[in-house]
């Protein structure tokens, strides 16, 4: 029963002898010296028994031409009203209209709330007749100055026909003293009428202030639209008091909206006045157009961006206050290379690239710049006018090594 086990075990151990001890022989005996030979050649030898191009990596090359191509700068931004404004009182009384409601269309110069107008109409009247009276003053006033200005001339004539009887010996001192003293009353006389004169006109000022005063109070009794729009709140309750102050309604436009975006200080000068700019807004996908109207002149000093408003016509007020929106502007065209995606990758310093072919097969890498995203590739700048761009194998290769590149169209 024990002999098989044997037998087996015998038969093991000569295997494992010939494979170990008697191994070049056994190879020998089955024709396999020259696989021998290869296997136990050295790394150098075996090198140089390979066809140098095999031992190249293999890339997948595309040759790319530039093109010209209409380039946009991009931004993120969100939609405004043209106008919004909190219309409030500006004197003190009681609401006497009925309030109109949020979302109603409203015009320019349209009612909104009407105050309760009180004694204002009594205080009109009474500044009127004050300034009525004061008016009848200056025909009396003037009047004075007249009469007080002919007795002037003719203390002056007086005191003349004095000094020339005095100079002559005809007439006493006495009398030119009494000429001279007339003379200086009826300026007096003059001096006090003139005064009243002024006083009368002075009065007529008064009592036209006040008039307007009590006209542009009872003016403030009515708050009118100062633009055409939409009422976002409810205008202020019937029999509510108001306050100088105090909120009647607002009021915003939108016909035409503002798009209001950040330009990075690293494309700000790319844009410019007029400029045609498009936007899709994020609540329905909707586009719309218009054109640049403002840049700031001054960044912001946090973010280090500049203020950017697109005036777009808004007729059917579809586009709300408010809405998200992705912004771009039109700028100057560039020469660009249309590149797969895919094809981008990153170089030692984290520099966003694509890795290409010289005249020698050896792999270079090119920082590039994106320009805009489609269906069919990146549109990228920074390479030369016709490159050839590594689009399979890439990430296997680095700069300054040598590849055996393989064209696109033979893959295809």
């Keep these: 029963m024990r002999f098989f086990p044997l037998l087996a075990a015998a038969i093991l151990a000569g295997l494992m002898y010939l494979a170990i001890f008697e191994r070049p022989s056994l190879m020998a005996f089955f024709g396999s010296d020259a696989e021998e030979a290869e296997e136990t050649a050295t790394p150098d030898q075996a090198a140089s028994a390979v066809p140098e191009s095999t031992q190249l990596v293999r890339v997948v090359v595309k040759t790319l ?26 004197t003190s009384a009681v609401v006497v209209s009925e309030p109109l409601r949020k979302g109603a269309s409203i015009t320019q110069g349209q009612e909104m709330c009407r105050l309760d107008e009180g004694t204002r109409q009594a205080a009109l009247a009474q500044a009127q007749a004050q300034l009525s009276e004061a008016q009848s003053r200056v025909p009396e006033s ?6 007080a200005q002919a007795r002037l001339d003719e203390a002056l ?10 100079a002559d010996g005809f007439a006493s001192t006495t009398r030119l003293a009494s000429a001279d003293a007339a003379v200086a009353a ?90 045609q700019a498009g936007a899709r807004l994020a609540a329905g996908g909707n586009e719309v157009r218009g054109k640049v109207t403002f840049i700031s002149r001054s960044a912001d000093p946090q973010t280090r961006t500049f203020l950017t408003e697109i005036e777009v016509p808004n007729p059917d007020l579809a586009i709300r206050d408010g809405q998200t929106a992705e912004i771009l502007i039109a700028s100057a065209g560039a020469d660009a290379h249309l590149v797969p995606q895919s094809a981008l990758t990153l170089n030692a310093e984290g520099t966003i690239g694509l890795r290409t072919v010289d005249a020698t097969n050896t792999v270079q890498f090119q920082a590039v710049k994106i320009v805009r995203d489609t269906v069919d590739g990146i549109w990228v700048t920074g390479l030369p006018a016709q490159a050839d761009v590594i689009v399979v194998g890439q990430e296997y290769v680095i700069e300054g090594v040598q590849v055996a590149p393989t064209p696109w169209e033979a893959t295809q």
């Design 142 to 147: 003037e009047s004075r100055v007249l009469e």
């Design 186 to 275: 009826a300026q007096a006389s003059v001096s006090t009428a003139q005064s009243g004169l002024r006083a009368a006109k002075s009065g007529i000022e008064a009592a036209q202030a006040a008039v307007a005063g009590a006209q542009t109070e009872l003016g403030r009794l009515v708050i009118k639209a100062p633009f055409s729009g939409l009422l976002e709140s409810d205008t202020a309750e019937l029999g509510t008091l108001l306050q100088p102050g105090a909120l009647c309604g607002t009021i915003i436009q939108l016909d035409p909206v503002k798009l209001v975006g950040y330009l990075p200080e690293t494309e700000v000068n790319r844009v410019t006045i007029g400029a």
């Design 157 to 166: 004539i007086n005191q003349n026909a004095s000094s020339r009887l005095n």
């Design 65 to 90: 031409t530039a093109q010209q191509i209409d380039s946009a700068v991009v931004l993120r931004g969100q939609t405004s009203a043209a106008r919004q404004v909190d219309v409030r009182a500006e």
